[in-house]
C-alpha cells in the first residue's frame, strides 16, 4: 500500500494555505448578535498546508503544491520554510490569499469561516512532476471534479491520495460514495463522519467503506481520542490529557503524525498511539501550527505515559 521509498518527498500537501485571523471570544455569536472578543494575532493556515508542517516538524520530508496572493504571499511561504516544508511548487497569484476567520471560544473550541482563492490549483504540468516525487499527497477535496484530476494524476504517478472529509466537503453519503474510490486513506473528524455516513462514528460504521475503494480509515473524535480501520484490523486509540488552549490545526497534526509513522514502516496501532500523543501537544497554544511538536516531544509524551507520569504541555 505504502510507495517505495526512493522518492523525495514523504508527503504533498494539495491545496492553497492561507491567513488565519484568530480572535478569542467567550462564545461564538448567533445570527445578528455581536460578541467582545480580543485579537490573537495573523498566523498561516490551511488545513493541507498544516498537515504539512506538522509532518516536516515530525520528521517526514514534506513539500507544498498550491497558490498565494500577492499580499500576504511572501509571509506563507516564509512558514513553509519554517517548518521545513519546500513550498516549490507553492505559486504566486494576483489579488489577495485564502483567508480564515477563527473565533476560538473560551472552552477552547472553535468556530472557523473560511474564504478561499477562486479556480484550482491544479496545474497538470506542474502537479505530474510534484506527485512522482511523493509518496502520498493529502488534500481536502471541496472540489469533486478537480479531486477527481488530482487523483487521476496521483495514481498514474503511483502515489497515494489521502483526504480530509469534513461536513463542509461531504455533507451527506451520495457526496462521499464519488469520493471514496478516488483515495487511499480517508481522514474524517467526528462532525465530517457524521455528515457524511448519518451514523455516529464507530469502527463497525467505518469498516464498510473500505470496500468503496481506500485501504484506511481514520475519525478522530476530540478529547474521547480515534478510531481507525484496516482490512482486518480495528483500532481504537483514548486521547492524551493536556491543557486545551485553541484546538485549531490539532485534527491536522494527529493525521500528519499518523501519516509520519505509517511512512516509517509502524503499526497502525502504534501510529494511533503516536498521533494522540501530538496532538495533545498541538492544543496547547494560540495558531493552528503554534503548537506543532517536534518528534523528541511527543516521545517525551508517550515515555511518561509508559511511566505513569504527568502528561508534558511542551512541542519543543
Known amino acids: 500500500m505504502i510507495p ?8 504533498l500537501a494539495y491545496g492553497d494555505p492561507n491567513v488565519d485571523l484568530v480572535f ?63 513550498p516549490k511548487w507553492v505559486r504566486p497569484v494576483a489579488g489577495p490569499c485564502a483567508t480564515a476567520l477563527i473565533l ?14 477562486p479556480g484550482w490549483p491544479l496545474d497538470t504540468a506542474t502537479l505530474a512532476p510534484a506527485l512522482e516525487q511523493s509518496r502520498v499527497v493529502y488534500a481536502m477535496p471541496y472540489d469533486l471534479a478537480e479531486f477527481e484530476a488530482v487523483s487521476r494524476l496521483a495514481r498514474a504517478a503511483g502515489t497515494l491520495v ?28 467526528e462532525g465530517g463522519f457524521r455528515a457524511a455516513t448519518g451514523l455516529p462514528p464507530a469502527p463497525d460504521h467505518a469498516r464498510p467503506l473500505l470496500k468503496q475503494g481506500p485501504g484506511l480509515v481514520v475519525v478522530t473524535l476530540g478529547a474521547r481520542g480515534a478510531i481507525a480501520v484496516r482490512g482486518d484490523e480495528s483500532v481504537t ?14 485534527g491536522d497534526c494527529f493525521n500528519a503524525a499518523v501519516l509520519a ?17 501530538a496532538a495533545s501537544l498541538a492544543i496547547t497554544a494560540i495558531g493552528a501550527r503554534a503548537g506543532f511538536p517536534y518528534y523528541d516531544a511527543v516521545a517525551s509524551v508517550l515515555g511518561a505515559a509508559d511511566q505513569g507520569l504527568p502528561p508534558s504541555s511542551s512541542g519543543r
Open 4 to 11: 517505495p521509498v526512493p522518492r523525495r518527498f514523504g508527503l
Open 24 to 86: 478569542a471570544v467567550d462564545r461564538a455569536p448567533a445570527a445578528d448578535e455581536k460578541v467582545l472578543g480580543r485579537h490573537m494575532g495573523r498566523h498561516a493556515g490551511g488545513t493541507a498546508a498544516n498537515v504539512a508542517c506538522a509532518a516536516a516538524r515530525l520528521g517526514l520530508p514534506s513539500a507544498a503544491y498550491g497558490r498565494v496572493g500577492r499580499d500576504d504571499g511572501n509571509f506563507l511561504v516564509a512558514e513553509f520554510q519554517r517548518f521545513g516544508v519546500d
Open 104 to 117: 476560538v471560544q473560551g472552552n477552547g473550541e472553535k468556530a472557523l469561516v473560511y474564504a478561499p482563492l
Open 162 to 189: 489521502a483526504i480530509d472529509v469534513e461536513a463542509a466537503v461531504a455533507p451527506g453519503p451520495e457526496r462521499l460514495a464519488a469520493l471514496l474510490p478516488l483515495a487511499d486513506i480517508v481522514f474524517f473528524n
Open 237 to 250: 486509540q483514548r486521547a492524551f490529557p493536556a491543557r486545551m488552549v485553541d484546538a485549531t490545526g490539532a
Open 261 to 277: 509513522r505509517l511512512l516509517s514502516g509502524d503499526h497502525l496501532a502504534d501510529a494511533l498511539r503516536f498521533a494522540a500523543a
